[in-house]
Structures are given as C-alpha cells and as structure tokens.
C-alpha cells in the first residue's frame, strides 16, 4: 500500500515556514546623480536614457533605491516637499540661539538626566533668508507639506518617508520640536514627525533623545489639547513594530500617566481623546518580531492601574447617550469616536479583571447600545463586536448577553454586511465567545437565523481562514449545545464548506473535522503515518509478511544494546 504525504497546504507541510530579514545595499543621492552624470558625458546618453540606464544598473545589483529621487539635479527636484521642508527648518533654525534643556527620566534606582542640545528661536518671526529662503509663515506651509507627502499612502508615501530618513530628517524634526515650542509652527512641525515615523525603519532613528523631545513638548504644554493630540500621534508612530521605543516610553517616560492626564484634562477635545486612544493601543502592541518578549499585556495592566479603563468607559457611555437619544455630532464624528474607544478597551482586556471592571462601569451594556442602534455602521460594529467578545470570555457576561438580545444582533451584523470581511471576522469570533458553554445563546442565534448567515459569509469570503476558524467553532458549538437542529444546518450546506476547509490549514483541518464530527457527519479520525514533508514512503504489509524485528530482538547485537540502554533481558 503506498502512503503519500498529505497536500501541500495539510498537515506538517502546512505550518509557516521561517522568514529571514532582508538587507539591502543603499547608496546615495550623490552616488546617482555621478552615474546619471556619466551616462550622459561617457556614453552620450539623453537625459531620460541616462536617469533609466542607471536605475536598471543599480536595481540589478541589487541596491535599494527607495531612498533616492530617480531624476536629474533640477530646481523640480529640489522643490520635492521632503527637501523643500527640511530646508526650510533648516533655514530657520539657523537663526536661532544655542540652547540646552535638561530632563531627568525614570524613577528610583532608574532615575537618569539626560542633556538636549537645541537651537531656541525667538517667539517673533523668523527673518527671510538674504537668498529668498522661507519666511515662519513658508515654514509651516513647507513643513505641513511634507507631512502630507510622507503620509501619502502607496510607493510615493513609503518613498518620502525613506527621503526624509536618510537626510537625517527624524533628528532634525525632533529637534524642531524644541526649537518650535513656543511658536505656532509647532503643529506642523509635530505632524510632519508623525508622518516621517510611518516608516519603521525611521523609528530606529528617532532614539531615546527623540522621545525625550516629544515627552518634553507633552510636559510643557499640557494644557494645550492640539499639541498634546498631535505629540501622542507622533508618540504612538514611534512605536509600532519597536519593542526599544515602547519600553521607554513606559518604563522611562511614564507616558501612560501622561494620557491619563491628557484624557482627565481634555475630555472634550475630540482630536486629543482619539490620540491617546492611538497612543495606548500603540503601547499595547506585541508585533517586534526581533525580541524574544513584548510586553504588551503588562502595559494594557498598568494602563489599567492608571485610570484609563474609567476614563474611556465615561466617554463611551456618554456616545452610547447621544446614540439613545438620536444624536451623531456633525458628520457622525461620536461614531469614530465611539469605535476608537471600543477599539482601544479590546486592546486593554488583559485579564478576567480588568473585563469584570469594564462590566462594572457599564461599558457592556454601553456598547450593546451603540451596537444595535447602528448596525449599519461597519467600523462600528467591527469594533463593539472585538470588544464583546473578549468580555464574553466569562460564562456571567455570556448570560448577560443573551438577556440584552447580543446573539440577535450578532446575526443581523453577520447578515448585513457580507462585503465586509473585518466586521464578519469580528462578530463570527463574538459568536463563538457566546456559544462557547451556553446553550441559550446557541438556541437564540439559530432562531435569528444566524447559521443561515454564517455559512453564507463562509462561502463568501473562501480565503479568510480567521472567518472559517471561528465559524467551524460556532458551528460545532451549535451542533453540540442544539443537537435537534443538526438537521437544519446541514440542509444550509455547512458540511461542502467544512470540507472544503479540511483542504486548507493543518488547524482549520482539526476544527472542521471535529464540526463534522459532532454533525454525525461520515469523518475518519484515524491519523496514519504521513511520512516526512514531500517525500514518499511505501510499506508492505500482510498477514504472511516475514517478522524481520522479532528476529533481530532474539540476536546478541540486540540484547547488548538494551543492556547497555538500561533495560533488564533477562526474561529474554
């Protein structure tokens, strides 16, 4: 009988392969313009020619040209926003006195001062340049463009972030931050290092000197809620994917403190609330994938500790509030907001405790309100849904679900927005909290028509293996808690797409297998031997088949090695 291995994307050979960073060689702007320069003297090339001659030459050596403008010198290149902005900081910053402020960070035994050598500039306006440079008011138009062009999203965008990187534009933009801290220039000045810190490569660069100047922009002006906004964004940037930026930020700067603070402060200023949200899921992240820990959860523990639960729960009640009673805010606005504080609560469920504190606050029954009265909304219902069911990890708050009506709604959402992946993944993992241990809510969902929904987001999006994992949960969940409605949910087709799922992931194998299964559905449970991963084994077997190992047991060399191994032959 020959045994292959299982296909490609079953079984061992399913499992993610290990993904090895990839450097690459960078040259710089000069190094190009010398090559384009000597296509066009060298080789007689156009102008055109040259500048495309020399990005093949480069690109196939394998040299990363993101870094780099791919035209001739010219006054066009030059007015690139990046260049033209960090001109222009510079220009200004040249007129300014040496100065130097000194922060002490830390606490106890940690406690450190550390020294941040800046130009200061006068609180009147900047002088124009003898050669026509820019005047405060060009500085802030050059430095909002710059923030526009590094926040671009695409190739353009990843492009002007790289640009600003390798012109030692986070250093210089930090910087600006002291240098700006009384003049109205600082906004754009924050924004534009907010944009620049998209780039995680520029995260690298910003250092601890760069977050000392963001904490000290936050502590000097902590009554101004535009400038606490757009230091918690530039904060929050600076810490995606950088464990190093996180750990400083918490354990160095206190920076939950200061959000908590912030939020205390500015309860009303809706672009302040919405930046500490970023901030605290920001620190909350566990995506460094060169540490061996993140931290994340210890974080979301601490900004617990702090206040932060009470502080977003009151403004997610008071936009629960306005939904009862009909109001939005112009445009909607306490929708987003409302969605960001849900987001940012999921982020802080670190444990049973902080759930049940968030229960107690009435932050489950809030949302749940906001949940039904804008079914529509899908970044809406995404979030209130992940937030949901990370409460509904305990067996009381599932209860309480079922008596506020959150099985109906969860099928509704499920129903209403098919084209919608995010929001489906979102409400099938909240269903799958629900049903877990509770027959009530299985029963209530299935009355709501809800595994008629399910299947049909299932088959709609085919790829999303998030949906199909937690589906293949729910559907087990229903078919063992309402064994009577087995029939039903077959007839709705849930056994071609569980089997279709067995096709899919190793995990995604096991959960569709063990729905089928508690469906009553025709599986085999046997596991035979697969061999290794793309080879092929065949073994003979019969009931006349010669008994090689019994032989080798009763020789000498057999014996000798189980002695030696510390088993006892004598009953041999």
């Known amino acids: 009988m020959g045994l292959k291995p299982p296909p490609q994307h079953v079984g061992v050979v399913s499992k993610d392969k290990k993904v090895t960073q990839q450097t690459m060689a960078r040259i710089s702007q000069e190094t190009f313009d010398d090559a384009v320069t000597e296509n066009m003297e060298e080789l007689d090339m156009e102008l055109d020619e040259a500048v495309t001659d020399a990005i093949s030459q480069f690109e196939a050596q394998g040299i990363d040209l993101s870094n780099i403008l791919k035209q001739a010198p010219s006054a066009d290149r030059d007015a690139h926003p990046v260049l033209r902005g960090l001109a222009a900081l510079a220009n200004a910053t040249r007129a300014g006195m040496d100065a130097t402020r000194e922060l002490t960070f830390g606490e106890g035994s940690s406690q450190s001062t550390m020294k941040l050598k800046f130009k200061a500039l006068p609180v009147t306006a900047v002088p124009e340049d003898e050669e026509g440079g820019e005047t405060d008011a060009g500085l802030g138009q050059a430095l909002d463009a710059l923030a526009v062009a590094c926040a671009e999203e695409g190739e353009a965008g990843e492009r002007s972030c790289a640009l600003l990187g390798t012109r030692e534009g986070i250093d210089l933009l930090s910087s600006a931050c002291l240098s700006l801290l009384a003049r109205p220039e600082l906004l754009s000045a924050l924004a534009a290092l907010g944009a620049g810190l998209r780039s995680t490569e520029n995260c690298e660069h910003i250092g601890l000197r760069g977050l000392l100047a963001l904490y000290a922009v936050i502590s000097e002006r902590p009554a101004d809620a535009p400038v606490q906004a757009a230091a918690f964004r530039a904060c929050a940037a600076a810490m995606v994917g950088n464990e190093a930026n996180r750990t400083a930020m918490h354990e160095k700067l206190r920076i939950i403190t200061t959000a908590a603070a912030a939020l205390r402060a500015h309860p009303e200023h809706r672009e302040c609330v919405l930046a500490a949200c970023a901030l605290l899921r920001a620190l909350t992240l566990q995506d460094d994938g060169r540490v061996a820990l993140n931290k994340g959860f210890d974080r979301a523990r601490a900004a617990a500790d ?107 959402v499920l129903a209403g927005h098919s084209e919608s992946v995010g929001t489906l993944d979102a409400c099938s993992q909240l269903v799958a909290a629900l049903t877990t241990r509770n027959s009530p809510n299985c029963a209530a969902f299935l009355e709501a028509g809800g595994a008629d929904a399910l299947l049909s987001a299932m088959r709609r999006w085919p790829q999303a293996l998030g949906l199909h994992k937690r589906g293949a949960l729910v559907l087990r969940n229903l078919a063992v808690r309402v064994p009577e409605a087995v029939p039903s949910i077959l007839e709705l087709g849930a056994e071609p797409v569980l089997r279709a799922d067995m096709e899919k992931t190793l995990e995604l194998h096991d959960l569709a297998k063990a729905a089928l299964r508690d469906m009553r559905c025709d599986v085999s449970l046997a596991q035979p031997w697969q061999g290794m991963p793309g080879e092929e084994r065949h073994l003979e077997r019969g009931d006349d088949a010669e008994d090689t190992f019994g032989k080798y047991m009763d020789t000498d060399e057999a014996r000798s090695a189980m002695r030696v191994a510390g088993f006892d032959t004598t009953q041999f």
Do not use: W, Y
């Open 306 to 412: 702090m206040g932060c639960l009470q502080l977003l729960g009151a403004q997610l009640k008071r936009a629960a509030g306005e939904a009862a009673q009909g109001g939005g805010g112009e445009g909607g606005a306490d929708l987003q907001m409302a969605a960001e504080v849900l987001r940012t609560l999921s982020r802080l469920c670190a444990s049973a405790k902080i759930c049940e504190t968030l229960v107690k606050l009435g932050a489950l029954v809030a949302s749940v309100s906001l949940l039904q009265a804008h079914l529509v909304e899908a970044d809406l219902c995404r979030n209130a849904s992940g937030f949901l069911a990370n409460l509904a990890g305990d067996d009381e708050v599932k209860s309480r679900c079922g008596e506020l009506h959150v099985p109906e709604i969860a099928a509704s």
